[in-house]
């Protein structure tokens, strides 16, 4: 039911979807608060370069084996080129096609597997970085940073993320250098908040919580909030559904990106010819409101090189 639902609430802009152009960008997400924001992103951008007649099939899934069937889905439905929402979306794609071009946004390609090297993609597949295993020990730094005496971190992972253990290596390789407590939580994407979960927090004390951003949603946030916990993470949208901050990649300049690149696909150019992109600029958002319900001061330098203020 999950994936119907999500599948309808994505659809295009109404001005994009009723026109029929003659090319199909199939856009394939797992079930993800943050897709209808940036699949708005990339139309808009998509229409800025001239391909507002472009015809977008969107298609969700909640695992593996559901992004697997949507992909090969998207595949009989003989689109121009795929577009992958996220690495476990790209590692779907990866697997259930070889001869349709894939353009994705992934946490870090290289680690999952999906091209050969950042310069030279090879095969059918390039994007744009997210760069997420760098960016979790930014996050962590700036727990350290802005509330020194906290010492005992729990970190939420993502069982079904692809990426999931070299996010893990390097925040507890970072923690380790910062001399920091990580206890870390693997979770399934599809799960509910689960006894483990709430039995380390209520055993162990943390005095934050660093999220891994395929899980960074509402119900996270509202756990960090009842256990009255800051909770972090690199994904930009976790501030807006209660986070309280996250350092990440800029979701406003990663859509634009995203349809340069294809355009370039839609032009000609193969995949494995286009270098995969790292981020150009970073996001540092604080929620001021959830500062205050945990009843914690931001240090006013923070504030002032913050990208975005939630108030």
């Known amino acids: 039911m999950l994936g119907l639902i999500g599948a309808l609430a994505l659809r295009p802009p109404p001005a994009l979807a009723q026109q029929k152009g003659s090319r199909k960008l199939g856009f394939l997400t797992r079930d993800n608060s943050d897709t209808k924001y940036f699949l708005t992103g990339l ?12 015809q977008i099939e969107v298609r969700s899934g909640s695992g593996p084996a559901e992004l697997l ?42 680690a999952s597997g999906l091209v050969q090297s950042l310069a030279h ?15 979790g020990p930014k996050n ?23 990426s999931a253990r070299i996010f893990r290596a390097d925040i507890e390789a970072a923690g380790r250098l910062l001399g920091l407590e990580l206890n870390t939580v693997m979770l399934r994407a599809a799960s509910k908040i689960d006894a483990e979960i709430t039995d380390v ?12 951003p395929s899980i960074a949603n509402t119900d996270i946030a509202d756990l960090a909030l009842l256990y009255r916990l800051p909770a972090v993470s690199p994904d930009p949208g976790f501030v807006n ?46 929620n001021l409101k959830t500062a205050k319900q945990l009843g914690l001061d931001i240090a006013q330098a923070a504030l002032a090189r913050a990208d975005q203020l939630i108030e």
Do not use: H
């Open 241 to 286: 559904v209660g986070g309280l901050i996250s350092y990440s990649a800029d979701y406003g300049a990663v859509p634009r990106r995203c349809a340069a690149m294809i355009a370039e696909v839609l032009k000609g150019t193969k995949p494995a010819n286009l270098p995969v992109e790292l981020p150009q600029k970073f996001w540092l958002a604080i």
């Open 43 to 54: 139309t808009d951008a998509l229409r800025e370069l001239g391909l507002g007649d472009l």
């Open 140 to 162: 962590l730094e700036l727990i350290k940073e802005l509330f020194p005496t906290f010492k005992r971190i729990v970190v939420l992972g993502n069982e079904d993320d692809p």
């Open 69 to 110: 069937a949507k992909a090969a889905e998207l595949a009989l439905l003989k689109i121009d080129v795929l577009f992958a929402f996220q690495t476990a979306a790209a590692v779907a794609a990866k697997q259930a096609i070889s001869d349709i071009p894939v353009v994705f946004l992934a946490a870090d390609p290289m």
């Open 201 to 212: 927090l209520e055993k162990w004390s943390p005095d934050a919580l660093l999220v891994q």
């Open 121 to 135: 993609p090879g095969g059918n597949l390039t994007g744009v970085s997210a760069a997420v295993s760098e960016l």
